[in-house]
């Protein structure tokens, strides 16, 4: 059953990489969607094309706005909030240790205060699967346990989860909550593919990696992430729903190189900074199970390979269309 046609959305973070390709499909599928999003670090450029349409609506505003959040939330009727904003870059909160706490954990409750002062009755959350920290399991499924983030953005989401489980427990907004690995592809500002794809071409004779190179981690393309997450909403019978969404093979870093190093410019050389881990708080190996999904009846359509090329291709042509390759 399809039930987006028929309903209003409230997008957190919607001119973000993952957000703004959400809000593309919603608007194809039917759906009315309001985004409100502090740019941050997002970008406006990606909702250009809907800024005419009656079904969309763009509200630049902070989630830590909290009276502001709430009567914008509750200016119509929401049927869902999909909620994607966050810090996302792991590694700042090395140096900024309140920084998720602030934009992960605190922003998460002010949405789920304002969800259920303005009767919004479900929300489908963006979480991680750092939730898991080095989990002794792999490939990880859901229930595994105990969750041990190792990087305060992996303990925010984690909070987060909590605050989602409590508020559905409490006062009865129903919840689809997914732990995504790596998101990869269109509209992608940040990451692996973007960020060794500017170092090669600001360098053009060495590019470094973080890390040794043998961190191997799973990779989603943006396409499946959205369609995989429109898939259990849609077709869930669940009222409260936790799903890894998944791809069930890993790419290592150093293949990323190589591929980056080969399609921009062969003649680099790939320097590793050595140590394990990237950054302190990288999980260095991450393989979640995608089994719960399957049951569902959803598998994606790119495998991590795949989507790492498709990424490369497309950041690449992106630059040339730029001039600057
Ligand atoms: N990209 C990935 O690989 C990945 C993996 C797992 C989970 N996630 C989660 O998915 C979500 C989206 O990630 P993304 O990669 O699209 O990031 P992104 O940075 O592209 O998008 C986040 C958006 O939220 C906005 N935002 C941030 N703080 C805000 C605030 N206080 N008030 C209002 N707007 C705010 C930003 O401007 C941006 O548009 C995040 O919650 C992230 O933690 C992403």
């Given at each position: 059953?399809?039930?987006?046609?028929?309903?209003?959305?409230?997008?957190?973070?919607?001119?973000?990489?993952?957000?703004?390709?959400?809000?593309?499909?919603?608007?194809?599928?039917?759906?009315?969607?309001?985004?409100?999003?502090?740019?941050?670090?997002?970008?406006?450029?990606?909702?250009?094309?809907?800024?005419?349409?009656?079904?969309?609506?763009?509200?630049?505003?902070?989630?830590?706005?909290?009276?502001?959040?709430?009567?914008?939330?509750?200016?119509?009727?929401?049927?869902?909030?999909?909620?994607?904003?966050?810090?996302?870059?792991?590694?700042?909160?090395?140096?900024?240790?309140?920084?998720?706490?602030?934009?992960?954990?605190?922003?998460?409750?002010?949405?789920?205060?304002?969800?259920?002062?303005?009767?919004?009755?479900?929300?489908?959350?963006?979480?991680?699967?750092?939730?898991?920290?080095?989990?002794?399991?792999?490939?990880?499924?859901?229930?595994?346990?105990?969750?041990?983030?190792?990087?305060?953005?992996?303990?925010?989401?984690?909070?987060?989860?909590?605050?989602?489980?409590?508020?559905?427990?409490?006062?009865?907004?129903?919840?689809?909550?997914?732990?995504?690995?790596?998101?990869?592809?269109?509209?992608?500002?940040?990451?692996?593919?973007?960020?060794?794809?500017?170092?090669?071409?600001?360098?053009?004779?060495?590019?470094?990696?973080?890390?040794?190179?043998?961190?191997?981690?799973?990779?989603?393309d943006?396409e499946d992430?959205?369609d995989?997450?429109?898939?259990?909403?849609?077709?869930?019978?669940?009222?409260?729903?936790?799903?890894?969404?998944?791809?069930?093979?890993?790419?290592?870093?150093?293949?990323?190189?190589?591929?980056?190093?080969?399609?921009?410019?062969?003649?680099?050389?790939?320097?590793?900074?050595?140590?394990?881990?990237?950054?302190?708080?990288?999980?260095?190996?991450?393989?979640?199970?995608?089994?719960?999904?399957?049951?569902?009846?959803?598998k994606p359509k790119y495998?991590?390979?795949?989507?790492?090329?498709?990424?490369?291709?497309?950041?690449?042509?992106?630059?040339?269309?730029?001039?600057?390759?």
């Amino acid at each position: 059953m399809n039930k987006i046609g028929e309903k209003r959305f409230f997008v957190t973070g919607g001119a973000g990489f993952i957000g703004s390709n959400m809000v593309e499909r919603l608007i194809k599928e039917g759906a009315e969607v309001l985004v409100y999003d502090n740019l941050s670090s997002g970008d406006i450029s990606f909702l250009k094309k809907f800024e005419n349409l009656k079904e969309f609506k763009f509200i630049k505003g902070d989630l830590l706005d909290k009276e502001f959040l709430y009567e914008t939330m509750k200016s119509r009727h929401f049927d869902a909030v999909i909620h994607f904003a966050a810090n996302p870059f792991v590694i700042k909160g090395i140096k900024e240790t309140d920084l998720d706490m602030k934009q992960g954990t605190m922003a998460t409750y002010n949405v789920l205060e304002s969800a259920r002062k303005a009767d919004v009755g479900e929300i489908m959350f963006a979480s991680s699967g750092v939730v898991y920290g080095n989990a002794g399991r792999k490939p990880t499924p859901e229930d595994y346990g105990p969750l041990a983030p190792i990087s305060l953005y992996g303990a925010s989401k984690l909070a987060s989860e909590g605050l989602i489980t409590a508020f559905s427990h409490l006062f009865g907004i129903h919840y689809y909550t997914y732990r995504f690995p790596n998101i990869i592809g269109k509209n992608a500002t940040h990451g692996i593919i973007p960020d060794l794809a500017r170092k090669i071409l600001h360098n053009k004779t060495e590019l470094e990696v973080l890390g040794n190179g043998k961190q191997a981690k799973s990779y989603v393309d943006v396409e499946d992430c959205i369609d995989g997450m429109l898939y259990v909403y849609n077709n869930s019978r669940e009222q409260n729903n936790l799903y890894n969404l998944t791809t069930e093979d890993q790419v290592s870093v150093n293949k990323i190189a190589e591929m980056i190093v080969e399609r921009f410019n062969p003649d680099c050389q790939i320097r590793y900074t050595g140590t394990e881990q990237g950054w302190p708080g990288d999980v260095t190996n991450v393989l979640l199970s995608g089994s719960k999904m399957k049951e569902l009846g959803w598998k994606p359509k790119y495998n991590s390979f795949d989507a790492v090329r498709r990424s490369i291709d497309m950041v690449y042509s992106m630059l040339i269309q730029e001039g600057r390759k």
